[in-house]
């Protein structure tokens, strides 16, 4: 299993209850793992923080197959 791969879904609770456990218990022993998951952890709770009008595409916004 390669845990980093799975934390955004395991941070979003997508998991299917057995991958959760699994990933929790390697997250109790894996300091590099554990840190990445920290990092990602607040993402959903900024993400909800978002409105409608943040998801507006601005003349700033770079686009297309162009874009950087």
Known sequence: MHVRQLLG???LGALEPGDDHAVAAH???CAPCRTAYL???EAPSLLAL???A???PTEESPSGP???
């Open 39 to 41: 990092e990602l952890a």
């Open 66 to 68: 162009d874009a950087e």
């Open 54 to 56: 943040d998801l507006e």
């Open 9 to 11: 879904a395991y941070v």
């Open 27 to 29: 997250l109790r022993r």
């Open 50 to 52: 978002l409105t409608e």
